[in-house]
């Protein structure tokens, strides 16, 4: 696609003049492939510019005044329009060109068709018609997050037993070894009460024993008394 600039190099406006090279120093700065059309020196040029453009585009003598664009035969506007468009920064859709990749009319574009689609990248069928063949169901994608859920709270809940269980254990290990030591202190308390026993009964045997040895010492000292009188005499 060529873009056509009909220009008047012989123009006695100053203002015609400015607008005409405005338009070409913008488009060279664009790097874009152009034409100039002068309507000055070529009568035919003149007339299919005139003819060209659109009845709602011309001035009330219906005379259109340069610089007028077109992209072949296709009419993109005037100095006015091209303006705004470079303002807006989008010369590249005013000229009916796609964008380079990495401009800023591309960024521009790229955020309007997330903000219309919703998303970077449609896929289409062979029609151009967006493809839903390829969408998973609403039911579907929150049935799968339901059973990622579900699993999520049996797999903790799963932890939960498994964690209350070791704690039993350990408190049930626990409960055995403070009751083992109780058996021990009962087996120890009985050896003891019976060293005690034993101990008593040794005791009160013992003064048993020295009571007899009072008695026969305390009988004995009279009866021998009388033994030696009796010697004596």
Not at 4 to 28: C, M, N, P, R, W
Not at 111 to 129: F, L
Not at 133 to 162: K, L, T
């Amino acid at each position: 696609m060529v873009i056509k600039v009909f220009l008047a190099s012989s123009s006695g406006s100053t203002a015609i003049k400015k607008k005409q090279q405005d338009v070409v120093a913008f488009l060279e700065a664009l790097k874009v492939d152009y034409t100039q059309l002068d309507i000055a020196c070529n009568e035919d040029n003149r007339m299919w510019m005139r003819q060209n453009v659109p009845a709602a585009k011309k001035p009330a003598n219906g005379i259109p005044l340069p610089p007028q664009i077109f992209n072949e035969e296709s009419y993109c506007g005037d100095y006015e329009t091209f303006f705004d468009a470079k303002e807006d920064n989008s010369v590249y859709a005013f000229l009916g060109l796609p964008p380079p990749p990495g401009s800023k009319e591309a960024v521009q574009a790229d955020r309007a068709h997330i903000v219309e689609n919703g998303t970077h990248a449609e896929e289409t069928n062979a029609e151009g018609n967006l493809d839903d063949s390829s969408e998973v169901p609403v039911d579907a994608r929150n049935g799968d997050a339901h059973g990622d859920e579900e699993e999520g709270e049996g797999g903790e809940e799963g932890e939960v037993a498994e964690g209350e269980t070791a704690d039993d254990e350990v408190v049930e290990e626990e409960t055995a070894g403070d009751e083992a030591p109780t058996e021990e202190e009962e087996e120890e308390d009985a050896v003891e009460d019976e060293a005690h026993a034993e101990e008593e009964e040794e005791q009160e045997e013992a003064d048993d024993d020295r009571s007899c040895c009072c008695f026969l010492t305390t009988s004995t000292i009279p009866i021998v008394s009388i033994l030696n009188q009796e010697t004596f005499l």
